[in-house]
């Protein structure tokens, strides 16, 4: 019976899809449909990050970030954390790796995990054995008093549609880190891009032979990214959101696991101006 109620909402999902695609004339970015544990229901239903971030294009669209960058951003936070040498460290939602390669140079000891499976697979390409990456929900826990450090770095937070998956995030961090362990968020500055959104509402860019086009919107507490493509004369479009979470909203979701100690905001660690700076980077101690 379970084999049989898969392969009807497979072939259902399936005749979704047609129905929306004749419609609308546009196609939806698709990933198998493979059953899951039974957890709650929130993490169970699938969103636009589960699919997005696991496809073809996503890679496409964000291949070339600047490896330099993070590299000399992870210096500086080594210089200033001052991590004993094979500290263990996670790298929550470390895409493909290039944050957790930069991590393991400077003397940690790395584990890297995301929810996309091919971020996953690119990052097993690095051939760096001593760093262990794997497929796995930010939201669900990892490991039980492990890590020394835990990264969640370049806005890897805040993606969700309830409130309370971030509070499992959190919860999660919590349970992995060791007594006094030390959190790391880099997140965007919420009130910079509200300010900002009207001067960076658009733009484009042409990735092998494929071309992109975004709009940017606030909405609901969201800034949501519209991404519309073609490719081999098919148009695509795809949508972000990240919630504006400025920094009341995460000393209220820190609160109950970690306490501040430190706040920058930019990644050569100058302080936080919630007026100007172009990021919002935490450094938390567990509670």
């Not at 291949?63 to 460290?89: M, Q």
């Not at 998956?165 to 009130?191: R, S």
């Not at 919630?243 to 000393?251: A, H, I, P, S, W």
Request: charged content about 25%.
């Amino acid at each position: 019976m379970f084999k049989q109620a898969i392969i009807i909402e497979f072939l259902s999902s399936l005749v979704l899809l047609y129905i929306l695609n004749s419609q609308m004339n546009f196609v939806f970015i698709l990933q198998e449909v493979v059953p899951l544990p039974v957890m709650k229901s929130e993490i169970v239903n699938r969103c636009w990050f589960e699919s997005w971030f696991d496809s073809h294009y996503y890679h496409l669209l964000y291949g070339n970030r600047n490896e330099k960058e993070a590299e000399n951003f992870i210096k500086l936070l080594t210089d200033f954390l001052k991590p004993t040498v094979g500290a263990p460290a996670l790298d929550l939602g470390c895409g493909k790796g290039r944050h957790a390669i930069a991590l393991h140079k400077n003397g940690f000891k790395v584990t890297g995990i995301d929810l996309s499976s091919k971020s996953i697979e690119e990052a097993n390409r690095s051939n760096l054995h001593e760093i262990s990456f794997f497929v796995h929900d930010m939201r669900l826990p990892f490991k039980e008093n492990f890590f020394d450090y835990v990264f969640n770095l370049f806005t890897s937070f805040g993606y969700f549609d309830l409130n309370h998956e971030n509070t499992e995030v959190l919860k999660a961090v919590h349970t992995g880190l060791k007594n006094k362990g030390t959190l790391v968020i880099d997140f965007l500055n919420a009130t910079l891009v509200e300010q900002t959104i009207e001067t960076h509402r658009e733009g484009n860019l042409v990735v092998e032979g494929v071309k992109f086009n975004w709009k940017k919107r606030i909405e609901n507490g969201y800034v949501i990214k519209d991404i519309f493509f073609t490719d081999d004369n098919k148009p695509l479009q795809f949508t972000e959101k990240v919630q504006l979470l400025t920094l009341n909203d995460f000393r209220e979701l820190l609160d109950p696991f970690f306490e501040i100690e430190n706040i920058f905001g930019d990644y050569l660690l100058n302080k936080f101006d919630e007026n100007q700076s172009p990021r919002l980077i935490l450094i938390v101690r567990k509670k």
